[in-house]
């Protein structure tokens, strides 16, 4: 009696087992979705850049219900991103771990402390961008870019103070426009502070002459009653909001932009199907009302490019990135 | 009176029913995460900002700022019973409460922990709510050159730390700074002493060390002693209750590591750690029983945890006022407030009085219900004393070993505790103390570097630290502070002779 209860039990709950396996293999074949939580990783500690990246699109992901598998957002600091790519580049082919990227990506390996590249892993996503801007005080008496350089052109000595080592991104950043303007851009005496906030409390306290940093995280010091004035913004065209009277690059007849991208990338050889499928989940994404939201607030633009077009986009960031370090004498 | 006004609206705010629930929550959070060794409230901040995403923006930063001051109120526990550090900020509260812990005055540590977190965190408050706006400029006064000038004079309580061999106290804090240098250079983009390692680029984190040195290093100490573990004294807590006399004695060394601590705090990149250094080091300089510091010194608890609680609240001014993070933590709010879509800066207080005043009320309320919270705990805590000692030594261990892993998920750092453990030993055995190594570990990186970009500013001219006047001052208080010492015993020979 029980025995056969037993099976008919079995049988009972077999058997829609066996049909919904049946379902997703044949799903896989065309159409793959994730099996298990993706790990989304932050190459460095709560707080930064890539933290806010990794933990924003989780969010949305998860309140839009865009995924059926949860994203979990784990961070893991050291070497400016080195110390992850290391681990995330012993894990070919792993569909279930992709990690929040941006010029370091490329910067950093150029600078020769991380063994692998943005040719290590699988592009997925180009998601957002941020531009670069170059603040004085106030009372400066530097009205635009063009003084500032003029300034500098005559005592190369003066102070431009960034949030990060030399060679990195807010030193490309000042280097590139100093070059465009026809300054050499090893001339520019350019001060690393351990962050954008530090660099900005000593432009305050007058210890530098200018400081560049990014637009959205200068948006919040420029306001009516700001101590800082913005001279330029490394965009091709004007941005929004706080930012609105800042003039481009461009328009100030240097002709240079500079993007501070972010992205999604996954782990080496990563099958196509699983590219193909977060390319979809990002791009659906970005259309969401949540998304939206937290983007404008966090002053992010949207850029996205899909696995393709971010492939062959890195390697052209590459190219200029290694030309700039040349000329700075970083690479030789 | 102003300030009176807002202050009144601000606890219209934090005095909500839901406020004063989230301020109580963030608290009672924060004392909890302070207590484990390793877990500090970057990491639990950083959890929490998805929360408070949908939160009114003062709420969320209540919340926030109740987890970071209750982190460093509750970081004191573990570092007099254990001598484990629970966070960076409480590593000096360890000097002189666990000793206190080993002579049976564990609740009386505890307590003066307590009261003294109290009163540097409420007397911090109400200068961040009077002085704020102004202090913002103290904050800017700071460039490079006057930073090192004050890593200096820091520095110069290595005198003061190490006991008994000037020469092995100078010994350590070399070895400290050696430390400190691990990792990629921030001037140059230099890769030192990674031994192609891409786990040291970063350097090592001080927490590895502090809870290497101290809380394992003891392990095997006692491992090392041996002996059945039988120590009557060591298993009693003590009374919390605190004498008259002893009131008195600690009025002093609060109320000024309060206003000093305050002060490091304003300074971005400062903060409570080197905060709480000052405090100890100050207290210890001044007081006429300098020498009993490190033995179970009631002074030597209650300074540093007046000035890291003090500092807490320091480090707000930049935040609130200037809108630029003074620390990591401070870094994690303001990523927090701006997901909420408030942008902290000289603006707020016009555009979001709520958020700034509220946040402020809060901080009273907050630091009440601490007090309240943690003085009836403290037998219960303590309690862990009687623990029997294998049980004890592991608990230790597994703490230290869990908070490492914790911050980095990764097993390397595992090993650099266990190997600065053995370090540990290896000093307590030879005489070595460990406080100038710690001292010097934080301060080292901080002054190389403000060295150097003070000397790139200037382009290489050395007169730019005496040409500034604060940090010529400070340069000035440094040198005294070093001569006074040596000038001392020799003014006492001549008048006995005369």
Redesign the interface.
Known sequence: MTAKFTSRGLTAIVLPLAALTGLAGTAQADDWTPTRSIEFIAPA????GW??LV??TS?VIQQEGLADQNFAA???????G??AW?QIAGDSGNPHKLFATSPPIILVPL?G???YDHTDFTPIARLITDYSIVLVPMDSEYQDLNDLFDAMRESP?M?VGGGS????MDHIAIAGVASAAGLEASGV?Y?????G??A???L?????EAVITGAGEA???L?????LRALGVSSPERMGGPLADVPTYQEQGIDYTFDIWRGVMGTPDMPAEAVAYYEDLFAQMLETEGWQE?RD???WLDAYQNSEEFGAFLDAQKEEFSGVLTELG?IR | MEALNNLMFGFGIALEPMNIAYVFGGVFAGTIIGMLPGLGPISALALMIPITFAMEPSSGLILMAGVYYGAIFGGSSSSILLNAPGVAGTVATSFDGYPMAKQGMAGKALAIAAYASFVGGTISIVFLMMVAPLLSRVAVAFGPAEYFALMVLGLTAVVSLSDKSLVKGLIAAVVGIMISIIGIDLQTGTVRFAFGSAHLLDGIDFLVVALGIFALAEVFYMLLRGGGGKEPERNAIGSLKLTRHEVREIAGPISRSSVLGFFTGVLPGAGATIGSFLGYSMEKRIAKDGDTFGKGNIKGVAAPEAANNAACTGSFVPLLTLGVPGSGTTAVLLGALLVMGVSPGPAMLVDRPDVFWGVIASMYIGNIMLLVLNLPLIPYIAKILEMPRPLLLSLILIFCMVGVYGMSFTVVDLLFLLGFGLVGLGMRLFGFPAAPLILALILGSIMEESMRRALQISGGDWMTFIDKPISMWLLIIAALSLLLPLVKPLMRKLRARA
């Open positions: 500690n709560p707080g930064g933290d806010t933990r924003t969010r784990i961070n893991v600091p050291g070497g400016g080195a110390v290391a600078a402390t991380s063994r000595s102070s080592a030399p060679g990195s005496n001060i690393a502070f351990s962050g906030g530090e900005m409390t000593n305050m306290g007058g210890h530098v948006a919040g010091q306001g009516p009653d700001s101590q937290a607030q966090l002053g970083l």
